[in-house]
């Protein structure tokens, strides 16, 4: 199920729209302003936000550089809602990072459109993104974010007590958001995302000819060579010795 959070600070406006889109199957969280639409969007990482721009405390333009310059929610779409039909509105917000633009009034099945449109042409990009060692094919806003994943997991790729809480000092997040972060962003766990790291580093090594299958093994992160040839053929569908033999 799809999660949008609405920032708006009328509350009719925030009740009637959180309704009318748990009708048609979304989970909804909403946030009175930026301030507390902010904390959420780190807390939660939904699919989309949808923003006033005019609020308290926080102003949807406020909230929208906050997030677009987070590295934890940069890459979620935002689509702000707008009494003010100005060009310079607009264009103030495309360049700070908005997604989309919808002005108000508005009809609800106008806004459910964009809201569809922005969460699936999220998902091309996502289905693009290859997490593969010493690759520098990420191209989305997430770039930072899997960037530091990508480095600090090759940096200890041949030590097998790597763990998530290891990674999470290394990059600086908490266990909690790393893990619905790369979930998000690759559909994997954190885990998993580890394991197949190692696997694919191991497939370079083998191709290169780098030694043999027990020193790729404990050169990738696995201290047992059964264990690694196990893994090897489940994710790749070949036994390693195959691969090897042909090199």
Same mark, same amino acid.
Not at 21 to 36: D, I, M
Not at 47 to 76: C, Q, W, Y
Not at 199 to 206: D, G, V
């Given at each position: 199920m799809?999660?949008?959070l609405?920032?708006e600070?009328?509350? /009719?406006i925030?009740?009637?729209l959180? &309704?009318?889109?748990?009708?048609? +199957?979304?989970?909804? $969280?909403?946030?009175?302003?930026?301030?507390?639409?902010y904390?959420?969007?780190?807390?939660?990482? %939904? /699919?989309?936000?949808?923003?006033?721009?005019?609020?308290? #405390?926080?102003?949807?333009?406020?909230?929208?550089?906050?997030?677009?310059?987070?590295?934890?929610? *940069? @890459?979620? %779409?935002v689509?702000?809602?707008?009494?003010? +039909? *100005?060009? &310079?509105?607009?264009?103030?917000?495309?360049?700070i990072?908005?997604?989309?633009?919808v002005?108000k009034?508005f009809e609800?099945?106008?806004?459910?459109?964009?809201?569809q449109?922005?969460?699936?042409?999220?998902?091309?990009?996502?289905?693009?993104? !290859?997490?593969? %060692?010493?690759?520098k094919?990420?191209?989305?806003?997430?770039?930072?974010?899997?960037?530091?994943?990508?480095?600090a #997991?090759?940096?200890?790729i041949?030590?097998?007590?790597?763990s998530? /809480?290891?990674?999470a000092r290394?990059?600086?997040?908490s266990?909690?958001?790393?893990?619905?972060?790369?979930?998000?962003?690759?559909?994997?766990?954190?885990?998993q995302?580890?394991?197949?790291?190692r696997?694919?580093?191991?497939?370079?090594?083998?191709q290169?000819?780098a030694?043999?299958?027990?020193?790729?093994a404990?050169? #990738?992160g $696995?201290?047992?060579?059964s264990y690694?040839s196990?893994?090897?053929?489940?994710?790749?569908g070949?036994? %390693?010795?195959k691969? !090897?033999? *042909? @090199?």
């Open positions: 799809d999660r949008i609405l920032i600070d009328e509350l /009719d925030r009740e009637n959180s &309704e009318l889109f748990e009708n048609r +199957s979304f989970t909804v $969280f909403t946030a009175e302003n930026g301030n507390v639409g904390e959420k969007a780190r807390e939660i990482i %939904p /699919d989309v936000i949808i923003s006033d721009v005019i609020m308290p #405390v926080m102003d949807g333009f406020e909230f929208l550089e906050a997030a677009k310059n987070d590295a934890r929610t *940069m @890459h979620i %779409p689509i702000m809602l707008t009494a003010k +039909s *100005m060009l &310079e509105s607009k264009i103030k917000g495309l360049k990072g908005a997604d989309d633009y002005t009034p609800f099945e106008e806004l459910l459109a964009r809201v449109s922005a969460i699936a042409n999220r998902r091309r990009i996502l289905q693009k993104i !290859k997490i593969a %060692p010493t690759q094919d990420v191209e989305s806003k997430d770039d930072v974010f899997l960037r530091k994943v990508i480095t #997991v090759e940096k200890n041949d030590n097998f007590n790597f998530i /809480d290891d990674l290394e990059i600086g997040y266990r909690s958001s790393i893990q619905k972060k790369i979930k998000v962003l690759t559909g994997k766990t954190t885990s995302l580890i394991r197949e790291f696997l694919e580093r191991a497939r370079q090594l083998i290169q000819d030694g043999f299958l027990s020193e790729i404990l050169a #990738v $696995f201290n047992s060579l690694f196990n893994s090897y053929k489940e994710y790749f070949v036994p %390693p010795s691969i !090897k033999n *042909m @090199h």
